[in-house]
């Protein structure tokens, strides 16, 4: 059973930083691209950012481009999502999403991390 | 980046009737649409991807069509778990540019 759980999520003040874990069980980690995917309270979904199976191709929204780092660890099946420079416009459930078989859709969801950022 | 425009953004519907939701892409995407179905509180569920193949578990009354620009997805008898939130995604845009739509809300008449 493919299972994602993210971590990290928190109360965190405009303008610091806070660095978000997905660990991945139930599938070949190494084998699919991993995305984060966010929803503001009461808004629809946003594509974060994504990175392929061996870390050679990574993208980003314009709205975190230059603030937030997407990698992972293939060793240990985990994602992860440095946010820096954090912004009340990025308080938001975020999502850890694998990839489809067939495309850059997504066939599986953790149950989100909560970041709230304020002051 | 490719803007998806989803209608309506909300409809009323009751159990049994045939419902159309409408995805329209800002230029081709070669049927790389994807829909999602988000009940409250939950994390979206994948329904059909490649614009109308059914995920492996999902009921056949859901189906998808399409092409081009516009895309659209039909639950043919509507069910009372199917109200819920239902969102498109193109994932035609490389390296990855990936966008949503704004959702349609579907709620018991």
């Known amino acids: 059973e493919v299972q994602l759980v993210e971590s990290g999520g928190g109360l965190v003040q405009p303008g610091r930083s806070l660095r978000l874990s997905c660990a991945a069980s139930g599938f070949t980690f190494d084998d699919y691209a991993m995305h984060w995917v966010r929803q503001a309270p009461g808004k629809g979904l946003e594509w974060v950012s994504g990175i392929s199976w061996n870390s050679g191709s990574i993208g980003y929204a314009d709205s975190v481009k230059g603030r937030f780092t997407i990698s992972r660890d293939n060793a240990k099946n985990s994602l992860y999502l440095q946010m820096n420079s954090l912004r009340a416009e990025d308080t938001a459930l975020y999502y850890c999403a694998k990839e489809g078989i067939f495309g850059a859709y997504f066939d599986y969801w953790g149950q989100g991390t909560l970041v709230t950022v304020s002051s | 980046d490719i803007q998806m425009t989803q209608s309506p953004s909300s409809l009323s519907a009751s159990v049994g009737d045939r419902v159309t939701i409408t995805c329209r892409a800002s230029q081709g995407i070669s049927n790389s649409l994807a829909w999602y179905q988000q009940k409250p509180g939950k994390a979206p569920k994948l329904l059909l991807y490649a614009a109308s193949r059914l995920e492996s578990g999902v009921p056949s009354r859901f189906s998808g069509s399409g092409s081009g620009t516009d895309y659209t997805l039909t639950i043919s008898s509507l069910q009372p778990e199917d109200f819920a939130t239902y969102y498109c995604?193109?994932?035609?845009?490389?390296?990855?540019?990936?966008?949503f739509g704004g959702g349609t809300k579907v709620e018991i008449k």
């Open positions: 995604q193109q994932y035609y845009s490389t390296p990855q540019k990936l966008t």
